[in-house]
C-alpha cells in the first residue's frame, strides 16, 4: 500500500552537494509495521520527510495506495521526536487541533479526543497545559494527536528518543496496543535495536550515508508480544546479534 522506488536525495548549499539517500526501494503492505534503523545522518528523517510530502525527491517517488505524494497530505501523518505540543492550547485542545481544522463538530471532536486520552492513560489531564505534563505524557498527547485524524499511514521520528528507559517500554507497549486496535499503517525510525525488534514486522536497515537498503529482515517474533520479557528469547537474540554486526560495519564504513 506504501511503496517508495528509486528514491534520491540530494542537498545543494552553497559549496557543497549532499547525497543524503540513494536509490531507496522498499515496500509496505497495509496494517504493516515497519521498523528503520542505521547509523546517524544515513538519511532516515530525510527518508520520512519525502514519504511525509514535506520535502520532494530529488528521484524516484512515494505512492499510497496507487496515488504519488506530491505534498503534505492527511492520508500520512508525522509523529517527530519533539513533540511541538502548542503551549497556549491544553491538552485536550492540542488533541483536538487537527479536526477543529478539517470543520468537524465540538461535540465530535471531543468525543473522540476523550476517547483517545483515556486510552494512553491521560484521563484527568484534559485541562493541563503542555509545561504541566510530563515529557512521556507529552508524547503520548502527540501520538494522539496523529491518531486523531486517522492517517492510512503514521511515520514516527525517533519519538521515544529522550525518554528513560522504563517509559519506553511502557510507551512502545501502548503503541502497539494503538497500532493493533487501528490497523494503522506505521513506519517508525529508532537509533535503538531492542525497539526496533520489539516494535517491527520487519526491519529495513540503511547503509551508512548515502543512505541506500542495506537489508530487510523479517522478525520471528509471534503477536502479541511482551515487550517487557522478549529479549529472552532465541529468535530475538539472534536476530539483534545479526544486525548489531552489520549496524557496526555501516558506522565503521565496510560493507558486510
Ligand atoms: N535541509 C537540509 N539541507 C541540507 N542538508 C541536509 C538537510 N537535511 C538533511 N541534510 C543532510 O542529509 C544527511 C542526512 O540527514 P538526516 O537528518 O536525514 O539523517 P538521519 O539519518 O536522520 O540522522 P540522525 O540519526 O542523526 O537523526 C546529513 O548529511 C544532513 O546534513
Ligand atoms: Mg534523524
Known amino acids: 500500500m506504501l511503496r517508495i522506488h528509486g528514491v534520491s536525495k540530494r542537498f545543494v548549499s552553497r559549496d557543497k552537494v549532499v547525497t543524503a539517500v540513494e536509490g531507496v526501494d522498499f515496500e509496505i503492505g497495509a496494517g504493516e509495521f515497519v521498523t528503520m534503523v ?50 497556549w492550547r491544553t491538552l485536550l485542545e492540542n488533541v483536538v487541533f487537527p479536526l477543529e481544522i478539517a470543520g468537524v463538530g465540538k461535540e465530535e471532536r471531543n468525543r473522540r479526543a476523550e476517547e483517545l486520552i483515556g486510552l494512553v492513560g491521560l484521563a484527568g489531564f484534559e485541562k493541563s ?65 531492542h525497539e526496533a525488534i520489539g516494535l517491527g514486522d520487519r526491519i529495513v536497515l540503511l547503509s551508512a550515508r548515502p543512505g541506500r537498503v542495506a537489508r530487510v529482515d523479517k522478525v520471528p517474533l509471534a503477536r502479541p508480544r511482551d515487550i517487557f520479557r522478549m529479549h529472552d528469547s532465541d529468535g530475538f537474540r539472534q536476530l539483534y546479534d545479526t544486525l548489531w554486526v552489520e549496524l557496526e560495519n555501516q558506522v565503521r564504513g565496510q560493507d558486510a
Open 38 to 87: 542505521g547509523p546517524s545522518g544515513c538519511g532516515k528523517s530525510t527518508i520520512l520527510n519525502i514519504m511525509s510530502g514535506l520535502m520532494p525527491p530529488t528521484e524516484g517517488a512515494v505512492e499510497v495506495d496507487g496515488e504519488a505524494i506530491r505534498g503534505v497530505t492527511r492520508q500520512v501523518g508525522y509523529v517527530t521526536q519533539q513533540p511541538n505540543l502548542m503551549p
Open 129 to 193: 497545559y503542555p509545561h504541566e505534563m510530563s515529557g512521556g505524557m507529552r508524547q503520548r498527547a502527540n501520538i494522539v494527536r496523529t491518531m486523531i485524524y486517522e492517517p492510512k499511514v503514521i511515520l514516527m521520528d525517533e519519538p521515544f528518543g529522550p525518554l528513560d528507559a522504563q517509559t519506553r517500554l511502557v510507551l512502545q507497549e501502548l503503541l502497539l496496543k494503538l497500532w493493533q486496535r487501528t490497523g494503522v499503517t506505521i513506519v517508525f525510525i529508532t537509533h535503538d535495536l
